[in-house]
């Protein structure tokens, strides 16, 4: 056994790799104090056995890191494509620009400390991928500097003595930036004498919960919409903000269409968004209790379904050009994407894996099924051709050299800057270009947890040869830089979200979640708080947040060069 794990070629890796995959997510099973690292555990592991004796031939190792890493980034940004450039929206800016600083901050900072201390920028690197806890970014700085100490004459056993150093970095930062950021969100609480049942009450009040839908009922008393049609009502009044599902007259529950020509009196069953209440009562009139077994009482013929689709044709249609309500006498209120409840606008995009609410007859409801397929059973396939060949596109982006003045190697994207921007524009324009890219929710996680797990292995395999001397050789203060990286910049920007921007704490807890790709963060901070707000500020950050914490990687290694 021991001559198998330790010169058995191919059969002996893969015993190792399973053995450290395994042993790391059994021990990330397990919390100290609430908190736990999860499947960082992997990578400690790997360290061990590799610190023993139990290692890996580097050509296979360097190729099960990659792929691993490419699988991870490729999945997250399938996930997070769809809502990325969403985020730069209104609403969205402020908190992006926030997540920006806290970006900036670190990487400025962990120049300073270089510049103070002389401790190596590539170590540094590593030092602050570790503190933020940003997995991809270790694994685009280690690609980087292994690919310019090639570039610059070097052997293959010094790019890979480098990388093996920035792995030490990050896996010796990588505990306190989990429970530095931990306590650095506990502290908040208490330094804005944070009161969270007063918080939420105020939330609540202010209409700061962005719930994606909202139900109410309205009945008409504006003298300015009597005898009017609905259609030319909802051009005047911004109507994309609303979709009117239901219509009750004199006891008599109907679906209205655009030439629907309103009464006083007449009740409106409305789903809007919280932003868009109170235009709405303004527009219609007095807000009335909604009690949906009225809307739905027997012998009105209406029905509400929810319906997937699952016709791939449907795929890049907007509700506007299906004119859904026109053919079917269907209205569609709602529509859930990726956990995601989202108002039925007409400009919005459909796309394979989308459930749709609607409301009308039954024959009105099964000419749409035909029309969108709603076989839910279909969708346990994920479309695995466009997967693939936007990873293979994304490796040809991220070996395209960027040249910039004054740097003497030119910068690359990399495996995972390449893959990961592939793999949003891939999720966002997908839809638009009629390429489906669905993939359940399930099979996303699959591949992101085999990605991550592949990488942790091979880092942990890789850096344990030298972790220990790397520690006992100064490497001990590394735990210092990293605690600095990753205190500094969350306080600094919580306290310009809350005294410049006037954010509640809920928001600034998702703010820096998403601003360090911080999963665990993210878990404590909503099993503290218990509010589903901070996982919607989250979304938010997130998806620029990885881009930028990939690229800021890759820049310091090339400015290290």
């Not at 344990?464 to 990753?486: M, P």
């Not at 310009?496 to 600034?508: N, V, Y």
Request: glycine fraction near 12%; include cysteine; charged fraction near 15%.
């Amino acid at each position: 056994m021991i001559e198998l794990l330790t010169h058995g070629g191919t059969a002996g890796a893969i015993i190792i790799l399973a053995l450290v995959i395994a042993t790391g997510l059994w021990l990330g099973r397990f919390k100290v104090m609430g908190i736990s690292i999860g499947s960082t555990w992997i990578l400690f592991v790997g360290i061990i056995l590799s610190h023993f004796g139990f290692r890996i031939d580097p050509t296979m190792l360097g190729f099960i890191k990659d792929f691993g890493l490419i699988l991870f980034v490729f999945a997250i940004g399938l996930q997070v494509g769809p809502g990325f450039f969403r985020s730069f929206r209104k609403d969205g800016l402020p908190m992006n620009a926030l997540a920006m600083t806290l970006v900036l901050l670190a990487v400025l900072i962990t120049i300073a400390i270089h510049l103070i201390t002389g401790e190596d920028l590539s170590i540094m690197t590593g030092v602050m991928s570790g503190a933020v806890t940003n997995t991809p970014g270790l694994g685009a700085a280690q690609q980087s500097l292994s690919d310019a100490t090639v570039a610059m004459g070097g052997s293959a056993a010094s790019a890979a003595e480098a990388s093996g150093a920035v792995a030490a970095a990050y896996a010796v930062a990588y505990p306190l930036g989990v429970l530095g950021a931990i306590f650095v969100i506990i502290s908040l609480r208490g330094l804005f004498h944070i009161d969270l049942a007063k918080e939420k009450e105020r939330v609540e009040r202010e209409g700061g919960d962005e719930a994606n839908v909202l139900r109410l009922a309205c009945k008409v008393e504006n003298p300015a919409i009597f005898g009017k049609k609905l259609g030319s009502i909802a051009q005047e009044k911004m109507g994309e903000h609303f979709v009117i599902s239901r219509v009750m007259r004199s006891g008599e529950v109907s679906i209205p269409d655009p030439d629907w020509i309103l009464a006083e009196g007449d009740q409106l069953l409305i789903v809007t968004d919280l932003q868009h209440k109170d235009m709405v009562r303004i527009i219609f009139g007095e807000e009335c209790n909604v009690d949906m077994h009225t809307w739905q009482k027997p012998g009105s013929k209406l029905m509400s379904r929810r319906l997937s689709i699952t016709q791939s044709d449907i795929t890049g249609k907007s509700l506007r050009k299906l004119d859904i309500r026109r053919k079917y006498g269907v209205t569609v209120t709602r529509i859930l994407r990726a956990g995601i409840e989202l108002q039925a606008e007409p400009d919005l995009i459909l796309q394979v894996g989308d459930s749709i609410q609607v409301v009308g007859t039954e024959e009105g409801i099964k000419g749409l099924s035909k029309l969108i397929g709603n076989q839910p059973e279909t969708l346990s396939k994920p479309n695995l051709v466009p997967i693939f060949f936007g990873i293979a596109l994304g490796v040809l982006v991220g070996m395209i050299p960027i040249r910039f003045p004054s740097v003497p190697q030119p910068l690359k994207l990399g495996l995972a800057g390449g893959s990961l921007i592939v793999a949003i524009l891939l999720g966002h324009f997908g839809p638009k270009l009629r390429i489906s890219t669905y993939t359940a929710l399930s099979a996303n996680l699959m591949i992101r947890d085999i990605g991550i797990s592949l990488f942790m292995a091979a880092v942990g395999l890789g850096a344990g040869e030298n972790f220990i001397s790397s520690l006992t050789s100064g490497g001990y203060v590394w735990i210092l830089y990293g605690l600095i990286i990753t205190v500094v910049p969350m306080v600094i920007v919580a306290l310009i979200a809350k005294f410049a921007m006037k954010m509640d704490f809920f928001r600034i807890c998702g703010l820096l979640s998403g601003g360090t790709t911080d999963p665990a963060l993210l878990s404590f901070s909503e099993q503290m708080y218990d509010s589903g707000r901070i996982a919607v500020n989250y979304a938010t950050v997130y998806p620029l947040t990885m881009f930028l914490r990939v690229v800021a990687a890759q820049v310091l290694i090339m400015i290290y060069i």
